[in-house]
């Protein structure tokens, strides 16, 4: 990868539409722009009418060109921004016209590769830029923008100042005379270890609430053969996305569906049917429902009427009790059930369908309210984390071994930096701008 070439990518998302952005990220772009709008004297971004015309003379395309001159653009380069038409044929014919300029096509992540490196993002943005870019519900985008606009950095430049200067501090212990440091200095460097190792303890218990909310709740349907979870599912999905069958068996794999409930994202599951078979695909189908059962965050278990187990209303904690097709019980027998916190429900009829759902919001609530972190955390981040925690444990426990106790707050320093890009390696580098799109 060379940082000194001119490179360009479509911005906007591929296929037929509208308007298409364009991009091109490079060195001393003034001449190239002048080319593109055919005016000497123009000024920095403003939007210039222009037919785009290669080298030929021929006519690309009728479009909107943008000039964002260095270091006041998104990459600290001279970026170029073409509004084209969007078809396909256009964007097509302007990419083969920028290369013949010299230009190159860019690898996924390289304009916020350029970002990072010209000090505009650091990887704590760059990750929430990237958390944005996959936002499906509001949550995601609420949490990710905050991200991306600098809230995680804030946070881990001041524990990571703070470990520097404990380090320091614990260093001097050992090089300096007592006369000459901050009175009860020991003591205050173990008070402000504690501190940090806390803080940072805190954010690890909240990565599940994290994870959640940018990959989804897991909603399993789970229960026997013929109980109605596929009829549930259905109605839930708002369309016809399981089979739905009298015949017990029916459902042999996971069927999934995200869903937007109050703006977290919702991966609603239908499962096979638990019971004793001796048909083989089934019997992978059953075991991927326990799967699902363990990787669940809230279990919706499923009975009918006909089926066994549904007496007791078992549930609690992350777990509630359905009985579907209520409308083949007796008016006594839903008051015996209701008064024991079973649902009873019946698709066909449509009752207690809004019970449902209100109970379903009240467990994904449960596991999101007053729960939400200071940091969005992914799976990067928390492997960092877990060794700034360790490595502030280790200090802890180093008691008045000032030397063992300025290594071990200098290393957890040092992890909290590679979150941030300021000590990193290029493998931490690739994988963290690989995962954003072309044209970021």
């Not at 470990?163 to 001097?172: G, K, T």
Request: aromatic fraction near 6%.
């Amino acid at each position: 990868m060379n940082n000194n070439d001119t490179i360009f990518a479509l911005s906007s998302g591929h296929g037929k539409s509208g308007v298409a952005v364009i991009r091109i990220s490079g060195d001393n772009l003034h001449d190239t722009f002048v080319t593109f709008i055919g005016k000497t004297e123009f000024i920095p971004r403003h939007a210039y009418f222009t037919n785009l015309r290669d080298a030929s003379g021929e006519l690309l395309d009728q479009c909107l060109a943008m000039y964002f001159p260095a270091p006041h653009s998104f990459t600290g380069t001279d970026i170029i921004e073409l509004h084209t038409h969007g078809a396909p044929a256009v964007i097509n014919a302007v990419f083969e016209y920028l290369k013949t300029l010299g230009m190159r096509m860019a690898m996924a992540g390289e304009f916020s590769r350029r970002a990072f490196y010209n000090n505009k993002m650091d990887l704590a943005d760059v990750d929430g830029l990237a958390a944005l870019l996959d936002a499906q519900t509001d949550m995601q985008r609420k949490q990710a923008l905050k991200s991306m606009l600098g809230r995680d950095s804030e946070i881990y430049n001041t524990w990571r100042e703070q470990m520097v200067e404990i380090s320091a501090y614990a260093a001097a212990i050992l090089d300096y005379n007592a006369d000459d440091l901050p009175a009860n200095i020991g003591d205050t460097i173990r008070t402000r270890t504690e501190k940090l190792h806390n803080e940072i303890g805190a954010a690890l218990a909240q990565y599940k609430t994290s994870r959640a909310i940018r990959g989804g709740i897991n909603v399993a349907l789970v229960g026997e053969t013929n109980v109605g979870k596929s009829s549930i599912f259905n109605y839930l999905a708002g369309s016809n996305r399981a089979i739905v069958s009298d015949i017990a068996g029916t459902t042999r794999d996971v069927v999934s569906i995200n869903l937007d409930i109050d703006g977290y994202m919702i991966n609603l599951s239908d499962t096979a049917g638990l019971r004793e078979t001796d048909d083989v695909i089934e019997s992978i189908g059953i075991q991927r429902t326990k799967s699902e059962i363990q990787n669940a965050d809230i279990i919706v278990r499923v009975y009918s009427p006909t089926s066994g187990g549904w007496h007791e209303c078992a549930g609690g904690g992350n777990e509630f009790t359905v009985i579907n097709k209520s409308d083949l019980l007796s008016k006594s027998e839903l008051c015996t059930l209701n008064s024991k916190n079973c649902l009873c429900v019946s698709v066909k009829t449509g009752d207690g369908m809004n019970d449902l759902m209100t109970t379903l919001r009240e467990k994904i609530h449960a596991i999101f309210d007053n729960r939400e972190s200071d940091l969005t955390i992914n799976a990067r981040t928390k492997e960092l984390l877990d060794t700034a925690h360790q490595e502030l444990s280790h200090a802890l426990s180093a008691g008045d071994n000032y030397d063992i106790f300025a290594e071990h707050t200098r290393r957890a320093g040092d992890a909290i930096g590679k979150i941030l890009g300021t000590i990193t390696a290029t493998e931490v580098l690739d994988t963290t701008f690989g995962q954003l799109c072309l044209g970021k």
